[in-house]
């Protein structure tokens, strides 16, 4: 089965290592929080997703790797640099090298792949655009950059989420998706994450064309990970469920898995969603294929 999936963060980097392992699987990631920091250009989703999917990503974060040092951060740190936004020694390696090549030319597309290659990646990752596309997060106190919002912050509450620009997708983005068979919304922030991809020219028009699963980031009233409980009542006007990220998704969406015990509107499949190690994502992956495909 070829499969596509639309990936953010550290819940939908643990589902596309799952989905790694049970079909022929594209991962489109969202780019949307992409920054430069320290002269270096900084992917964090296209990051942990190549860092999980390698098996190097730290098992109680999720995001960076495993086993990281800080000689670098803390020099940095002493000398009185940003210090806000944390960098281990061997995460900087990928940004040393990604920032080279994107400084002699090459689209982010194949940086990735080359980046992909040498940490022994196997299956096909993409960026969802070459060009910038940031999120922006509006506060009380203004418009925000994503990652001075989440990271510098501390994610105050959001009333607003929009992305700058309207680059093309990544060469081979709406390919993957009109020839996949299911295309899987991994248990992303579907506001600072997915809708940054669907956003894009083509992208959901393709979308829309398919048979579609998403995965919900939401168990029993909490995200799996991250902000997305805190922003929904702002952003949708009602509590912060399963059934809102459903509705959200609207008729974009063909199934829906969310976890025991959460409701929402059918066709759905209850399963355990919280992923821990690669048994447990897994069997989701395979669960959410199966579902898949009696649609």
């Not at 940086?111 to 910038?132: D, I, N, Y």
């Not at 821990?276 to 669960?287: I, K, N, Q, Y």
Request: glycine share 12%; aromatic share 6%.
């Amino acid at each position: 089965m070829k499969v596509v999936a639309l990936a953010g963060g550290v819940g939908g980097a643990r589902l596309v290592d799952g989905l790694a392992q049970a079909c022929e699987l594209t991962t489109i990631v969202n780019t949307g929080d992409d920054f430069d920091h320290w002269g270096l250009r900084i992917c964090p989703d296209l990051d942990t997703v190549m860092y999980t999917l390698a098996g190097l990503a730290n098992p109680k974060q999720g995001w960076g790797i495993q086993d990281e040092t800080w000689g670098t951060f803390e020099r940095v740190q002493a000398m009185g640099g940003e210090d806000w936004f944390r960098l281990g020694d061997r995460d900087l390696a990928t940004h040393l090298t990604r920032t080279h090549w994107l400084r002699q030319g090459l689209p982010l597309s194949e940086v990735t792949r080359r980046l992909c290659k040498a940490l022994g990646v196997t299956s096909r990752v993409l960026p969802m655009c070459e060009g910038a596309r940031p999120t922006t997060v509006r506060t009380e106190t203004g418009w925000l950059d994503f990652q001075t919002w989440l990271v510098r912050q501390r994610a105050p509450q959001a009333w607003e989420v929009r992305s700058e620009g309207d680059p093309e997708p990544a060469v081979g983005v709406v390919d993957a998706i009109e020839t996949a068979d299911l295309v899987v919304i991994a248990p992303s922030n579907p506001y600072v994450s997915v809708d940054s991809m669907l956003g894009l020219g083509g992208v959901r028009r393709a979308v829309g064309a398919a048979r579609v699963v998403a995965v919900s980031p939401i168990v029993g009233g909490r995200a799996v990970k991250g902000p997305l409980a805190e922003m929904i009542p702002n952003l949708a006007g009602r509590p912060a469920t399963a059934a809102a990220v459903r509705a959200h998704y609207g008729d974009l969406v063909d199934g829906f898995v969310l976890q025991h015990g959460d409701d929402a509107p059918g066709p759905v499949l209850h399963e355990e969603i919280i992923m821990g190690g690669r048994e447990d994502r897994t069997r989701l992956a395979r669960a959410v294929l199966a579902f898949g495909e009696t649609l």
